[in-house]
């Protein structure tokens, strides 16, 4: 039997070229080798305000993206994780067990605390949703990009703490692994190489979407900051920008950065800057041509509806485990 990964992106705006170099372009890789759970985390994007039409709109968009990337729904499962009631049911049951400092040292609820002018309960115990939507699943591997590193710790302290404290010598719950890829890991943003590349950044010249037209790709890329040392460096001290933008270029033409990088000595940023533009407007096509087609259709609805009744058949049976071993059911 194949082992099984999990992973999930919000629909908290189109994902970015960082959201599809970090990990949605793994999911794709990895679904042959995996018996692969993909989901639409809608659960995670209401943790800030959210128009619930653009929600709506952005749920259906994401399962379109998935498909049109190349995630096969006859291999992968791919759901809505609102359509499986089992991920809030366990998120109380971890909240239960997990401390409030834990929660607190999460360096992205801080980071997305400080943007709020409010702040939200569900921004701070959102964690414990993550942790049930991996382990709903008896996920071994769990494909996601760096800045999701210490999700993937909490659920692995998780998982031991609840297997010593009701398993009774057994493990009921599957430990994690978290895959990170080697490049490109933590994509940031064109306008801040300080900051990491984020769907949500107010800053749209920060980011690439992935239904940006060629032409906004272009123009972003072309006005992305660099430096004034004007050398094609990888140097992320000195060069974070022009490093950040080789990460990038290395991600998505498979080569090396030393090999770009002396391709491109003595040119000064423009060639450079033009060359990844249309790389990536050649890696994005392909990908916008399918998602048209498929948005036009029924398939999509459809292909959610399947992957719900099969993604419940397989987190009920962990719930009531769960349950069962607390002394709720
Ligand atoms: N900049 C990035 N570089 C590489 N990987 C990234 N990921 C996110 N940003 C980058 C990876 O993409 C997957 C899906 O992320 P998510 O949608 O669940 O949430 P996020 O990490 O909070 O992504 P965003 O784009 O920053 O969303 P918002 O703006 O809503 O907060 C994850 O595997 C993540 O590691």
Not at 53 to 59: D, G, P, Q
Not at 118 to 128: D, E, F, K, Q
Not at 174 to 197: F, I, N, W
Not at 217 to 226: E, P, Q
Request: with cysteine; charged share 25%; hydrophobic share 35%.
């Amino acid at each position: 039997m194949k082992q099984r990964i999990f992973s999930g992106v919000q629909p908290s705006g189109t994902p970015t070229i960082g959201n599809y170099i970090g990990a949605m372009r793994g999911f794709v890789e990895l679904q042959d080798d995996y018996e692969a759970v993909y989901c639409v985390v809608n659960q995670h994007a209401i943790t800030v305000p959210q128009d619930p039409k653009v929600l709506r709109e952005n749920t259906k968009s994401l399962t379109a993206l998935y498909l049109a990337m190349g995630i096969d729904p006859s291999k992968s499962i791919i759901f809505k994780q609102s359509d499986v009631p089992a991920h809030s049911q366990a998120a109380w049951l971890i909240q239960c067990n997990l401390g409030l400092g834990e929660l607190e040292r999460m360096t992205q609820y801080k980071d997305k605390a400080a943007k709020q002018e409010s702040i939200g309960a569900g921004l701070l115990t959102y964690p414990a949703l993550m942790v049930g939507d991996i382990i709903l699943y008896d996920a071994e591997f769990v494909p996601v990009g760096d800045d999701q590193r210490q999700h993937i710790e909490l659920t692995r302290d998780f998982v031991d703490r609840f297997n010593s404290r009701f398993g009774n010598g057994n493990d009921i719950l599957v430990k994690p692994e978290g895959l990170y890829p080697d490049h490109g890991a933590r994509v940031m943003s064109l306008q801040d190489p300080s900051s990491k590349m984020s769907k949500s950044d107010s800053n749209v010249k920060g980011f690439i979407s992935l239904l940006d037209t060629p032409k906004q790709i272009t123009k972003k890329i072309k006005s992305a900051v660099t430096d004034s040392i004007g050398e094609v460096n990888y140097d992320k001290e000195n060069q974070p920008a022009v490093s950040n933008l080789l990460d990038i270029y290395s991600s998505l033409s498979m080569r090396d950065i030393d090999d770009i990088v002396s391709e491109y000595q003595g040119t000064g940023y423009g060639a450079f800057k033009s060359d990844l533009a249309d790389l990536t407007v050649a890696t994005i096509e392909p990908i916008q041509e399918r998602y048209n087609q498929l948005m036009a259709g029924d398939e999509v609805e459809d292909i959610i509806r399947d992957g719900a009744v099969r993604a419940n058949e397989i987190a009920s049976i962990t719930l009531e485990k769960m349950e069962k071993a607390m002394g709720i059911r």
